[in-house]
């Protein structure tokens, strides 16, 4: 199966990305309230990217992710800070290749947006034990940090590291 990792560009795509994910907020994760969730899922669209994953042979979208550069405390003004808001892949298409794919194409995304993001972060559940898996592998990258703020986890990643680490992920996913 093939995908297509595409940013949003044209406001059909920017209704596609939305559609997408308000079709699915009750799986995204987010522990807000719908109109918290919008906010979030929304703010890719004016303050960085939203991208498409779309599956090649049924032109279906299978996938969102958005991001957004600088952080509310610093008022935006800390670009090289790039906060991913959002990244859903439906659950039956959930696996490592897709993972090491979109990894690889919203890093792609990140670095043609703004050429400067020397951080990515991540908020999620500090509870989600599954959530918790999957962000430990970018935990045991260098510089990488975990904070909790009530009941959330904020995962800081070095831009560097991570685009290491998606480079190695997406060798290791082609080689299986």
């Avoid at 406001?11 to 009750?26: G, S, T």
């Avoid at 290749?97 to 400067?116: H, K, M, T, W, Y």
Wanted: charged share 25%; net charge negative.
């Amino acid at each position: 199966m093939s995908f297509v990792f595409r940013t949003s560009e044209f406001e059909m795509d920017h209704e596609a990305y939305m559609n997408f994910l308000l079709r699915h907020h009750d799986q995204l994760n987010l522990p807000y309230p719908f109109a918290l969730k919008l906010s979030f899922i929304g703010s890719p669209l004016f303050l960085g990217k939203a991208m498409l994953v779309i599956d090649e042979e049924s032109y279906e979208m299978v996938g969102a992710a958005g991001f957004g550069h600088g952080t509310g405390p610093g008022e935006y003004e800390d670009r090289h800070i790039c906060q991913v808001e959002v990244a859903y892949i439906v659950e039956g298409l959930r696996r490592t290749s897709l993972f090491a794919q979109g990894l690889r194409a919203l890093l792609e995304a990140i670095r043609a947006d703004n050429p400067d993001v020397r951080q990515v972060q991540f908020w999620i559940s500090a509870s989600d034990e599954r959530l918790n898996r999957l962000f430990a592998k970018f935990l045991a990258l260098p510089g990488a940090s975990r904070s909790i703020v009530n009941d959330l986890a904020l995962i800081a990643v070095p831009f560097d590291e991570l685009d290491a680490y998606a480079n190695r992920l997406r060798r290791l996913a082609s080689a299986g």
